[in-house]
């Protein structure tokens, strides 16, 4: 059987069935096509002005990895007139975060880009695996992703740049739109949809050019292309609701592989009916502020401890809760709602419909972060970790009136008076 042609240049041999729509493409076109598409995304949105410093949001990934290269790759084609950045961030994850970070900084040599690293410890006083040793892991992906944003955030201060880019991508983006089409959260969906997110209380701009690339060519591109990455899972992933919307996206996309790309489209089609109000306020080219990007805050109890999967007693449950339902409509009792009197106003218990909450964004009376509220979340997360921390104040002193030592555990620090001898 003779090999199968490439579809676009006809010449040589397809090795590579594109997973957005099964085209069979060779290695040369389908590396051309993946960048010429993210450079389509770029120009088409505006994503950069000549001359900007952006930072790459780099965490050794393929996503950050694969951004880093299409970038620099695209600066030097098109001549962009970029200064570019690697910015990373170091959690503090034994056996992850730094065997990661030394991949960042070969990629850093390989792409002749200075490197800044910005560490939890440093801005927060506590690592990854400080937090999880006191909380457990349940519910750290809401730390490590509210602490992430707003590492970024300060690095690129630190390094006066007021543009990030991140690596999220298209499968990203559909699992945030089906998170929040299925919490009925309509404002986040809103503002997580926008490929640039910024607001007039951040000096700080956000992008995603990787939003319309899908996941399983991200790989292709690493894999053709040679590129160094690290591909490990981090190791306080927990099974969470992300992952259930996750396994769904997977299998829509067996069976009609646009499926991400649809899911994305009706998100931003979705977004548009959103009150500008509603969403948050609006920043650099009309861009929709944006709370949380790296790592969706989860619930306290993890919305998908099950990874979205139903044991079959609950489906049992279920059948026999039908059952039920169905015996006891001959027991139902129609009671009707009261006329609308001559005034025209009906029955005052009808529901009205839900009103949207409204976002009025400022800054963090603590740390002068943006948020939406007085005290932003990740000073309230910390003010929880501090209030619990294992901190040891030892006083030992004598109570005059019993003339017996006591011993006073306090919350601040080691300190050691001597005790007084009468």
């Known amino acids: 059987m003779a090999p199968t042609p490439c579809a676009l240049c006809h010449t040589s041999r397809a090795l590579i069935i594109r997973p957005k ?36 949001g780099a965490s050794g990934g393929k996503d950050s990895t694969v951004l880093a290269s299409v970038l620099k790759t695209l600066n030097e084609r098109y001549d962009y007139k970029l200064n570019l950045v690697l910015l990373s961030i170091d959690e503090g994850i034994k056996g992850y975060r730094d065997d990661s970070l030394e991949t960042v900084k070969r990629n850093a040599l ?31 992906c809401t730390y490590c992703g509210v602490f992430r944003r707003q590492a970024l955030d300060r690095g690129a201060t630190r390094l006066g740049i007021k543009h990030v880019v991140t690596g999220h991508n298209a499968d990203d983006i559909a699992e945030t739109v089906m998170m929040n089409l299925l919490r009925g959260d309509l404002p986040r969906l809103a503002r997580a949809t926008s490929i640039m997110t910024a607001s007039v209380a951040s000096d700080t701009k956000r992008s995603k050019p990787l939003k319309y690339a899908y996941e399983k060519e991200i790989v292709l591109y690493a894999h053709h292309k040679g590129l160094d990455y690290f591909s490990t899972e981090c190791i ?35 977004a548009r009916l959103v009150p500008e109000e509603v969403s948050g306020g609006c920043g650099g080219n009309g861009a929709k502020e944006v709370l949380v990007i790296d790592g969706e805050a ?16 609950e489906m049992a449950a279920m059948e026999q809760k039908l059952q039920e339902d169905e015996t006891a409509e001959g027991r139902e009792t129609e009671v009707k709602p009261k006329a609308k009197s001559a005034n025209g106003q009906g029955n005052a ?61 306090r919350m601040e620090g080691l300190n050691v008076a001597p005790v007084e001898l009468e």
């Open 236 to 270: 306080y992933s927990p099974e969470a609701f992300r992952g259930s919307a996750r396994t769904l996206i997977k299998n829509l996309e067996k069976i009609r592989p646009s499926a991400i790309l649809d899911i994305v489209r009706s998100g931003e089609d979705m």
């Open 110 to 140: 390989q792409y002749d880009m200075p490197l800044e690293i910005v560490g939890y410890d440093e801005l927060y006083g506590w690592t990854m695996d400080q937090v999880v040793e006191q909380i457990g892991k349940k519910g750290n």
């Open 349 to 409: 218990s009808v529901r009205k419909g839900r009103k949207l909450p409204q976002q009025q964004m400022g800054k963090c009376t603590r740390c002068g972060y943006l948020s939406s509220q007085a005290i932003c979340k990740a000073c309230m997360l910390l003010e929880g970790l501090n209030k619990n921390r294992p901190k040891m104040e030892i006083k030992v002193d004598v109570d005059e009136e019993e003339n017996s030592p006591t011993l006073t555990r």
């Open 298 to 313: 989860e619930g306290a109890g993890g919305c998908g401890s099950a990874n979205g999967r139903t044991s079959g007693g």
């Open 21 to 56: 729509n099964h085209q069979k493409l060779c290695k040369s076109c389908f590396i051309t096509l993946f960048e010429t598409e993210i450079h389509n995304t770029i120009t088409a949105n505006s994503l950069f002005a000549p001359g900007e410093r952006v930072a790459i």
